[in-house]
């Protein structure tokens, strides 16, 4: 149904250049629908709504659905929620227990995942997040209380092994988030063609050349902190690993970075031979740049 919307220009979504535009973003049972601010557009979701309704079988729950103005007249929003029968609200919002929109990096961000773990125990974050829950964590375990402090028989790192391995199976959370984060890395490399991974090219860069490259990559000053994170994780503490732990093959050759890629067991060019790499001027040339019929441009 928004296929056809936006096909017969009756609907036009979110505008980030002349080929990429998002309308429609989709998790479990969840939906985002993103557009323009116009009349049209809010005419054409309240149709595709009641159509999805009537051919379903299914309800729609207004009451949880939210309308989001970015640079929209205030009073428009208004009466456009009203015209949906749903509310308005502003950013950041909980989704899944998490605050979307919200600073990460702020300790106040992350009160509602806390608060909800010492709820529990009792009845992807900053170090002193992890820090905090593990607490709870480990209290809950030796205690049974949050509060009260508790002798600690067992170390941490033996409770967070395997259970065939003489642990409870516990995550670690500083490693299941460093996890987390280069399983992002790892998408990067086989969704290319994801228009997620669009959205992220047209704003970072080659994906594949940024992650495979040997490089150390320092983010701009417009970067997200999400994005900072992918770049290097841990302050590098799982980039390392990621890099050692993949391999490719060549193609085109224009994923390839001549010096970087590991030609030779484990190791690439640029740590085999130091001294012919600092005499290479562009220290990332790929090897589709460098092959100019049979030969190889001279440094």
Known sequence: MMKKAVDVGRFRGFKVNVNLHFQLLQFADDTIIMGEGSLENFWTIKSMLRGFELVSGLKIN????????FNVDARLLEAEASFLACNTTTIPFKFLGISVGANPRRRETWKLVVEAMTKCLNSWAPCCVLKSIEKIQRNFLWGGGAEERKVCWVKWDQICLPKEKGGLGVKNLELFNL????????????????????????????????????????????????????????????????????????????????????WYGN????????????????KNVKVSECLRGNGLVPL
Not at 62 to 69: D, P
Not at 267 to 282: H, V
């Open 179 to 262: 996890a987390l984060l280069s399983k992002w890395k790892w998408r990067f490399l086989n969704h290319d063609n994801a228009i997620w991974a669009d959205l992220l090219r047209y704003r970072y860069g080659h994906l594949p050349s940024l992650l495979l490259s040997g490089l150390d990559i320092t983010p701009s000053a417009h970067s997200s902190l999400w994005w900072r994170d992918i770049i290097s994780p841990g302050r590098g503490k799982s980039d390392s690993w990621f890099k050692s732990n993949i391999s490719c093959c060549v193609g085109n050759s224009n994923n390839i970075g001549f010096w970087q890629f590991k």
């Open 267 to 282: 190791q690439a060019f640029c740590d085999l031979f130091p001294y012919l790499y600092t005499k290479e001027a562009i």
């Open 62 to 69: 207004f009451v949880k659905s939210k309308l989001y103005g």
